[in-house]
């Protein structure tokens, strides 16, 4: 029994500080299922040299339904990338003695009847915006 | 009682002469910066965008002659992490520690030519600009992460400890595309 998760993202990136991202979900289950809820978080973590540090500031559930085989399931999320950032930085592309790096990532996750909830994660790119 | 008094009396003086060390070293320490006229670094901190300029002036009277044999202002960014580990201590216990590391990324610098002669009375005002790189990063904090621009002015004294003073400044996450409106008139 699984199920398989597909996201896009819409624009798919790079997006500027500010940007409203749509994260459009299609899964289609193996088997008959129930899926209580769609959740959707979107992020950033930073890795390197440091303990990470993290925050999500969007984060929803949206209601799941019956699945089919073969009939997928879709959800839509909406969220706005905060104008403050931060921005996607791969340190070491600045400068070799980099010690941090900043990755945004969108997470979808279906919880119901499904041994393990079945879940999806995409990066995102975030630039400074424009002016 | 009469040795616990002793005892207690060398313990004070110890005591007395680490603090008068202690506050000798902080006025040498600040002894040029004094006879400068303790300078001031005028800097807007911002929030700036990347490809911005940065204006830096240096403003002062100088209290007391002194020779200074070179002026730099710079501008660099820094990033600051921090990481805990576990390690053993001199008992052989397992402790926790906490530890930071500091590293320069970016850093560009403008020096003054010198050496120059201060006279007391003597209004020094230096100027110099940067730009902000496009490709940099903005200003980040977190609690473990952290990345900052700074803006530094270090005078090299002759017989004496050097000058150093430093602005922060905030880099939004923002990229200058076209001219600022003072650049455009």
């Known amino acids: 029994m699984s199920c398989e998760i597909e996201v896009t993202l819409e624009p798919a990136g790079p997006v500027a500080a500010g940007t409203e991202v749509r994260v459009l979900v299609k ?23 440091g303990d990470p540090d993290s925050d999500h500031p969007f984060k929803k559930r949206v209601p799941g339904e019956e699945m089919q085989p073969a009939v997928p399931l879709e959800r839509e999320f909406r969220f706005t990338v905060p104008e403050s950032g931060p921005v996607t930085y791969r340190g070491l592309r600045f400068s070799r003695g980099s010690l941090i790096n900043i990755d945004w990532s969108i997470r979808v996750q279906l919880d119901g009847s499904w041994p393990t909830d079945p879940e999806q994660t995409v990066p995102l790119v975030v630039q400074p915006r424009s002016i | 009682m009469i040795e616990l008094l002793v005892l207690a009396g060398q313990i004070g003086a110890l005591i007395v002469l680490l603090l008068a060390f202690l506050i000798l070293a902080y006025w040498w320490g600040q002894r ?154």
Request: include cysteine; charge should be neutral; proline fraction near 7%.
């Open chain 2, 32 to 185: 040029s910066s004094r006879r400068m006229g303790a300078p001031r670094l005028e800097v807007a901190r911002g929030p700036y965008s990347l490809g911005d300029t940065v204006h830096c002036r240096l403003v002062t009277t100088v209290r007391s002659p002194l020779r200074v044999e070179r002026f730099v202002f710079a501008l660099a960014c820094r990033e600051w992490v921090r990481w805990e580990e576990d390690d053993i201590d001199a008992m052989g216990e397992p402790t926790r520690r906490t530890d930071s590391k500091q590293a320069e990324v970016w850093w560009c610098d403008r020096a003054v030519p010198g050496p120059r002669e201060l006279r007391a009375g003597e209004v020094l005002d230096l100027e110099v600009e940067f730009e902000l790189p496009i490709e940099g990063p903005p200003t980040f904090a977190a609690p473990n992460n952290c990345i900052n621009w700074v803006v530094f002015f270090h005078a090299a004294v002759s017989n004496g400890p050097d000058v150093e003073v430093w602005e922060v400044l905030t880099v939004q996450a923002a990229r200058r595309v076209s001219a600022p409106a003072s650049k455009r008139a």
């Open chain 1, 27 to 49: 899964a289609i289950s193996t088997e008959p299922a129930r899926c209580r809820y769609v959740r959707c978080a979107a992020g950033w973590t930073t890795s390197g040299r």
